[in-house]
């Protein structure tokens, strides 16, 4: 929620003239929310890799 926050906020300030960013760093919180979604999909898969390794090892 803070991020689409930010996304707007920084939308008005980029339509106003009050920041000259591009739009790609404009648009850069909408990106964190698939980002921190794939991280986590990524951490969740590599610690229930690890987890059944180390029930095969114990075998």
Same mark, same amino acid.
């Given at each position: 929620?803070? #991020?689409?926050?930010?996304?707007? $906020?920084?939308?008005? +300030? =980029?339509?106003?003239? #009050?920041?000259?960013?591009?739009w790609?760093? $404009?648009?850069?919180? +909408?990106?964190?929310?698939?980002? +921190?979604?794939i ?12 987890? $059944? =390794?180390?029930?095969?090892? =114990?075998?």
């Amino acid at each position: 929620m803070i #991020l689409i926050a930010l996304f707007f $906020v920084l939308t008005t +300030l =980029k339509s106003t003239g #009050l920041i000259a960013w591009s739009w790609w760093w $404009v648009c850069a919180p +909408l990106w964190m929310i698939p980002l +921190l979604i794939i991280c986590l999909y990524i951490a969740l898969f590599l610690i229930a890799w690890w987890k $059944v =390794k180390q029930e095969n090892r =114990k075998i």
